[in-house]
């Protein structure tokens, strides 16, 4: 599609298992983003990829977060140990050259019980 | 630490009204600007971005200004639809830092037919 694309789109899971959200930026864009916004508020930054490479991770709450984008376009945003505290809206947004225009995919909605 | 406030958090006007949205950055350094809308349940959709060398941007009924001195942004809706309720958020990439957009909480706008 042209868009950013995001899976799944709902994720509900158990205190302490492991989550995997995909993100798969639109076409051509080197820099990707993941974003995490809970309810009534602005998203916040986790990650940031130029290429394949993280270039600031300054947002990643704790060490249960990672994300990688091995060959430079989708990228993976792990959470192992799941706790009530990240249920929230997990957005990824791409952009062709940073900086510049980012576009938002739908999001993840992950709930976590 | 820059924080982006949005003025008003919640505004409901009936159809036809020019109106204006206010965003304020509390380091007046931004290198980029974007203005966003979000529907319930969604994502975010760009909807104007003021680059470094811009003062403005106009997309049809939206027009959007920055003031760097004052480091303040206005979104102003002409002749507003209720097709345009949603909440707006804006978000500014600070100068000599990462390439992370700031978003501010937002402004839910509702238009009353």
């Known amino acids: 599609g042209a868009g950013v694309s995001q899976t799944p789109s709902n994720k509900v899971t158990e205190k302490g298992k492991y989550v995997e959200l995909r993100c798969d930026p639109i076409?051509?864009?080197?820099?990707l983003y993941w974003y995490r916004q809970s309810l009534g508020q602005g998203p916040e930054f986790l990650i940031y990829f130029q290429g394949t490479g993280a270039a600031d991770d300054s947002g990643l709450p704790n060490d249960r977060f990672f994300a990688v984008r091995p060959e430079g376009s989708v990228s993976t945003l792990k959470i192992q140990r799941t706790e009530r505290g990240d249920s929230a809206v997990y957005l990824c947004?791409?952009?062709?050259?940073?900086?510049?225009?980012?576009?938002f995919g739908e999001g993840s909605r992950l709930t976590v019980l | 630490k820059q924080e982006v406030t949005q003025i008003p958090a919640a505004l409901s006007v009936p159809e036809g009204e020019n109106l204006v949205l206010n965003c304020s950055f509390t380091d007046s350094a931004i290198y980029n600007l974007q203005w966003f809308r979000q529907d319930p349940g969604k994502g975010l959709t760009s909807l104007l971005l003021i680059q470094s060398s811009q003062r403005e941007q106009t997309s049809g009924r939206l027009n959007a200004s920055l003031d760097k001195s004052s480091g303040r942004s206005t979104l102003y809706i002409a002749a507003s639809q209720p097709g345009d309720s949603a909440t707006y958020l804006c978000?500014?990439?600070?100068?000599?830092?990462?390439?992370?957009?700031?978003f501010g909480k937002g402004t839910k706008l509702t238009v009353n037919p």
């Open positions: 947004a791409s952009s062709r050259t940073p900086p510049g225009e980012l576009f």
């Open positions: 978000a500014g990439i600070p100068q000599g830092g990462s390439e992370k957009l700031v």
């Open positions: 076409s051509g864009h080197t820099a």
